[in-house]
């Protein structure tokens, strides 16, 4: 299976950790009806129209350029006690078989971007070693977004159960290797972390342009329904207003760019080129990974 594209003078390689399907309700801005309306660019990669489910894929990507090998967000992980999400509790995957099979070791990883904090996209950043959490990748700086580690951390207002267990398990066991950064940081000549809140305080993007341009948008979208309908939120956003503005403006940054957009959960080939029609947008291609 084709997992790697080229960009450029960078190279694009999904490692896939798990697939799992929700409810379509927690879309609640979204009608049923527009599920079915919508079902051409839907079925059958993200949308199963018996089960009323959409499809989710848990995923990293790699980025490779400048001379850096770089992940972007680090999916669920293994050994996790995850009981407010059950999908996700105790999964045990072959992840790190997967990114070795694509030809990365975690020794040689320079960078991990955390998009935001939640717990699908940190959890690789550790992993269990005699009943130790370690850091999956030793030698990489581990960039997570200063809002969100203030939001959830002790005493911020999305501090719970659940993520004070998050970070036990996948923050603070990297804090030594952790940059924590607000506004813009540019991590390479080809590589730059800009604000995108909304889903979370901290939520970030990571734009690549290297000849052919790229963003990593983590959860700005879930899934392609919130393409032609940028304004309908998902459950798991924790601002849905300033999530809606900040998917505008960044789809139209993006169509703009003629960039590929990459989500951190979209199943399929991985993420479309939007283009924007009006005041809407639509997918006018998808990138040229092998659908999954």
Do not use: K
């Not at 999964?91 to 998009?115: E, K, M, Q, R, W």
């Not at 959830?152 to 924590?180: C, H, K, W, Y």
């Amino acid at each position: 299976m084709n997992n790697r594209m080229t960009l450029g003078r960078a190279s694009v390689t999904r490692v896939l950790e798990t697939q799992i399907q929700m409810r379509t309700s927690l879309f609640a801005d979204t009608p049923a009806q527009a599920w079915t309306d919508n079902a051409d660019l839907l079925e059958p990669d993200f949308w199963d129209r018996d089960a009323e489910q959409w499809r989710i894929a848990m995923q990293s990507w790699v980025v490779e350029v400048d001379g850096l090998i770089v992940v972007v967000d680090t999916g669920v992980g293994n050994d996790r006690e995850r009981p407010h999400m059950p999908p996700l509790d105790h999964l045990s995957t072959d992840f790190l078989t997967a990114f070795a099979a694509v030809g990365f070791d975690p020794a040689d990883v320079d960078i991990v971007v955390n998009t935001h904090l939640h717990t699908d996209h940190v959890g690789w950043n550790t992993q269990l070693v005699d009943g130790r959490w370690v850091p999956t990748f030793p030698n990489a700086r581990y960039v997570m977004p200063e809002a969100d580690h203030r939001f959830f951390g002790p005493g911020g207002d999305g501090e719970n159960d659940g993520m004070r267990t998050v970070l036990a398990d996948s923050v603070i066991p990297v804090t030594e290797q952790t940059q924590l950064w607000s506004d813009d940081l540019q991590l390479s000549a080809s590589l730059r972390l800009r604000p995108a809140a909304g889903h979370t305080p901290g939520s970030s993007v990571l734009w690549l342009d290297a000849g052919s341009p790229a963003v990593f948008v983590g959860d700005l979208t879930h899934c392609p329904i919130q393409i032609r309908r940028p304004d309908d939120a998902c459950a798991f956003d924790v601002d849905a207003a300033a999530a809606r503005g900040t998917r505008r403006r960044v789809f139209t940054e993006a169509a703009q760019a003629h960039a590929t957009v990459f989500p951190a959960h979209y199943p399929g080939h991985g993420g479309p080129v939007i283009v924007a029609r009006d005041n809407e947008f639509d997918v006018s291609a998808w990138a040229g990974l092998d659908a999954i």
